[in-house]
């Protein structure tokens, strides 16, 4: 192995170690944004619903969604508040 390759590998192991120092700071970060994936996922169908069906403006259709996404977690014991 010669000295050019060996500072190349120590370089990409630099590299990669400090990705994933930086991913493990920010994993709570990352978890918010895939929660907010997986919600939008559930709810823009429905919101398309309200749009186009019911023929709702933006704003209404997409609080709708929230609220029915709220109560559907109310009822499955997911944080209706006493």
């Known amino acids: 192995m010669s000295s050019k ?3 190349k590998s120590v370089v990409f192991i630099s ?3 400090l990705l ?3 991913l493990f700071k920010i994993k709570i970060g990352l978890l918010y944004i895939f ?3 997986i919600l939008t996922l559930i709810v823009n169908p429905f919101n398309q619903l309200l ?3 019911f023929k ?3 704003t209404f259709s997409s609080l ?3 609220s029915r ?3 559907g977690g109310s009822v499955m014991g997911w944080g209706g508040g006493p």
């Open 15 to 17: 590299f990669l170690a």
């Open 69 to 71: 996404l709220r109560a």
């Open 56 to 58: 709702m403006r933006n």
């Open 64 to 66: 709708g969604a929230r």
């Open 20 to 22: 994933i120092f930086i």
């Open 5 to 7: 390759e060996l500072v």
């Open 51 to 53: 749009r186009n069906k």
């Open 35 to 37: 929660i907010a994936l």
